[in-house]
């Protein structure tokens, strides 16, 4: 919808908040360990979660040594603590929906803070499976306008598998199935198309759009959600206007 935009971009206008926090390395070790331990192990080429995450730590600029620590940490090579993969799901203010990832190593505090998060901002955490189906986990890369011809990415990106490529908001978003995401991202750096971002994500399949108070509380939802130690990820399908991204 003009004039609106999703969590995602709101998130990238608002600046890199996490690095300053110093909170995203944090998570990306977590998200390591665990894939090396969950994905089958510290071999990166037959363990894509893996593979993943080690690309998002290089794009942060993460330390080698702190990544390969991180991999023995999950293979058990290094003693480490161990987390648990939880998803929490819940309404936000104006009843847009909230899907909230988190590796936790204590659950009972987790689900605490959270339903506390929730509370406090006008939301409120419900059961499992009450949004979770109104979200398809999907590739999603966004290219500049200025960086691509959108003939001839949608040329590249639908020849490597994607689904569908579609502007929004001055850039052009790519979206894939998970087995092809790899395929299609390959494909745009072999054609020197730099992406802004390239990840594995929940899509809403509807949106909802929120005005004035609600979108301003749901911004403060959001960002608090993220915040916690514990979350990795959350998703919202509320639409938020353009004007309070600042």
Known sequence: MSGHSKWSSIKHKKGAADA????IFTKLIKEITVAARMGGGGDQASNPRLRAAVLAAKAENMPKDNIERAIKKGTGELEGVSYEEITYEGYGPGGAAV??????DNKNRTVA????IFSKSGGNLGEN??????FSKK???????????????MEIALEAGAEDVRED????????GTNDFESVKSALEKASIP????EITMLPQNTTNLEGKDAEKMIKLMETI????????????ADIPEDMAG
Do not use: P
């Not at 803070?113 to 506390?116: G, K, L, V, W, Y």
């Not at 992406?195 to 390239?198: G, I, N, P, S």
């Not at 915040?227 to 919202?236: A, F, L, P, R």
């Open 113 to 116: 803070d959270i339903r506390h």
């Open 129 to 134: 499976g009450c949004v979770a189906w109104m």
């Open 195 to 198: 992406f802004l971002e390239a």
């Open 99 to 104: 899907l909230v990832e988190s590796l936790t």
């Open 169 to 176: 908001d001055g850039v052009f978003e790519i979206i894939t």
């Open 226 to 237: 993220e915040d916690c130690d514990d979350v990795q990820k959350v998703y919202t399908n």
């Open 139 to 153: 590739g999603y890369i966004t290219v500049s306008k200025e960086n691509a011809d959108e003939e001839a990415l």
């Open 20 to 23: 300053k926090r110093g909170k």
